[in-house]
C-alpha cells in the first residue's frame, strides 16, 4: 500500500488545537494585530454552518470567547435576554468559527430526561434486524466535545431541570437507558439560552419555568439585548441592502417604538401598562425579507401585517396602530413602488 493511501484512511483527530489570528477568525471582532486564538483544526461532520447575515455584538460576544478560551469552564454559559435578542445566533456564531461540533437541544415543558440521554432504535444489519444504541444529542456532546446547547432551558420541566444539574456541572452522567455513566469530554461546553432568569410566570413568557437557584447559580450569565440603532443599521444593510436607505431607517425607528412601549426607553421593564407583544430582531429582519418577497405593488402594512400585526393581542391593537401610523404616518399604505420613488 503507498504512503499516501494510508494517509486517506488515517482517522482524524478532530481535538486537534491550531493557534490562529484572532483578526482572522472574527474579522468583526478583532481588528488585526497579533492577538491569536485556539480552535480545532479539522472540521467535525457535526460542525453546522452559521447564519452569515450575522452580526455580532461585540462586548457579548468577547465575553463568551473569553468563556469558551479558559483552561476550564467553572460555571457554564447561560445566555438570557428577550426573544429574537441573538442569543441562539451567538452560540451557533462561536461554535461554527472556532470548528466545535454543535448539538442543540431544543427544551421544551414534555422533555424527559431520556430525550437528552437517548435510546435503543431498531435497525437492519444484513438483513436481520437489530438493536443499535443511538445516544441523543447531550450525551453526543457529553462523549464527543463540542457545544451542547440547551436552547431555551427555562422551559424544562422540574424533573429534566434536575437531570441537567450533572450536565451543567460537568460531573459524571448516568444514562439510566444505557445503563452507562459518561465523563465530560474536555472538550465539552455547555451553553445554556433563557427569555428569563427562571423566575417562571412571565406573562410574556407564559411557557417558562421556575428554576432553582442552585442550578441556576451554576451558569456565568451573559445579558443579550435588541442591537442599538447603528448594530440594526448594519445587521439591515447586509440583509437587505436593496431597499431604500429611509425605509430600513423607518423599520428600526418602528422597532425601537415597539421596544420603548414592551419594555421602556432603558430596556429595563420600567413602564406602566406595558404592551406584550415584542418587535425582536428576528421581526425586523423578517418584514425587510417580506416586504421584497411582496414585490412591489404590495403595500407595507401588508407586509408588516403578515409578519407582525395578525399575531398582536386585541389588548395592545389600538396602542401598536398608533405607533404604526406615528412612525410611518401615510407611507404604510403605500406599495414597495411608491415607497422606492420617494427620494
Ligand atoms: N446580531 C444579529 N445579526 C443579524 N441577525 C440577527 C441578530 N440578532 C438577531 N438576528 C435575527 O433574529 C433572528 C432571531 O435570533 P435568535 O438568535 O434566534 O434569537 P433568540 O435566540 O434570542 O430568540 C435570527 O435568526 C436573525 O435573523
Ligand atoms: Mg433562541
Not at 446547547?149 to 448516568?174: I, N, Q, R
Not at 423566575?199 to 410574556?204: L, S, V
Not at 421556575?210 to 448594530?231: G, H, K
Request: with cysteine; net charge negative.
Amino acid at each position: 500500500m503507498s504512503a499516501l493511501a494510508i494517509n486517506a484512511t488515517a482517522p482524524i483527530d478532530y481535538t486537534e488545537m491550531e493557534q490562529v489570528s484572532a483578526h482572522l477568525v472574527f474579522p468583526e471582532l478583532f481588528e488585526p494585530s497579533t492577538v491569536m486564538l485556539k480552535r480545532r483544526k479539522h472540521r467535525h461532520p457535526d460542525c453546522i454552518a452559521s447564519n452569515p447575515m450575522y452580526i455580532p455584538e461585540s462586548e457579548n460576544a468577547k465575553l463568551a470567547l473569553v468563556w469558551l478560551m479558559a483552561p476550564h469552564q467553572l460555571l457554564s454559559l447561560g445566555l438570557q435576554g428577550h426573544t429574537g435578542t441573538g442569543k441562539t445566533e451567538l452560540a451557533l456564531y462561536l461554535a461554527d468559527k472556532l470548528n466545535l461540533p454543535t448539538y442543540i437541544v431544543k427544551v421544551h415543558a414534555r422533555m424527559n430526561p431520556q430525550d437528552l440521554e437517548g435510546s435503543y432504535v431498531l435497525d437492519v444489519e444484513n438483513n436481520q434486524t437489530v438493536t443499535r444504541k443511538e445516544y441523543g444529542p447531550a450525551a453526543k456532546a457529553y462523549i464527543n466535545g463540542g457545544i451542547l446547547l440547551l436552547d431555551e432551558f427555562d422551559k424544562a420541566s422540574g424533573e429534566l431541570t434536575s437531570a441537567m444539574h450533572l450536565l451543567v456541572e460537568g460531573k459524571p452522567w448516568p444514562l439510566e437507558m444505557f445503563k452507562e455513566t459518561i465523563t465530560k469530554h474536555p472538550q465539552c461546553f455547555v451553553i445554556g439560552t433563557a427569555n428569563t432568569y427562571g423566575t417562571g410566570h412571565d406573562e410574556r413568557y407564559i411557557t417558562s419555568n421556575q428554576m432553582d437557584q442552585a442550578f441556576l447559580s451554576r451558569f456565568m450569565w451573559i445579558e443579550t439585548v435588541y442591537p442599538n440603532v447603528i448594530q440594526e443599521s448594519k445587521i439591515l444593510e447586509k440583509f437587505a441592502p436593496r431597499l431604500p436607505l429611509h425605509l430600513r431607517n423607518d423599520i428600526i425607528k418602528l422597532a425601537n417604538a415597539f421596544r420603548d412601549a414592551a419594555l421602556g426607553v432603558n430596556r429595563d421593564g420600567d413602564i406602566e401598562d406595558p404592551i406584550q407583544c415584542i418587535f425582536s430582531t428576528r421581526v425586523v429582519v423578517a418584514w425587510a425579507y417580506y416586504i421584497q418577497a411582496f414585490g412591489v405593488f404590495r403595500t407595507l402594512r401588508k407586509s408588516l401585517d403578515s409578519v407582525f400585526l395578525k399575531s398582536v393581542s386585541p389588548e395592545d391593537a389600538e396602542i401598536v396602530n398608533d405607533i404604526v401610523s406615528k412612525v410611518f404616518g401615510d407611507d404604510i399604505d403605500k406599495t414597495l413602488k411608491d415607497l422606492l420613488a420617494k427620494k
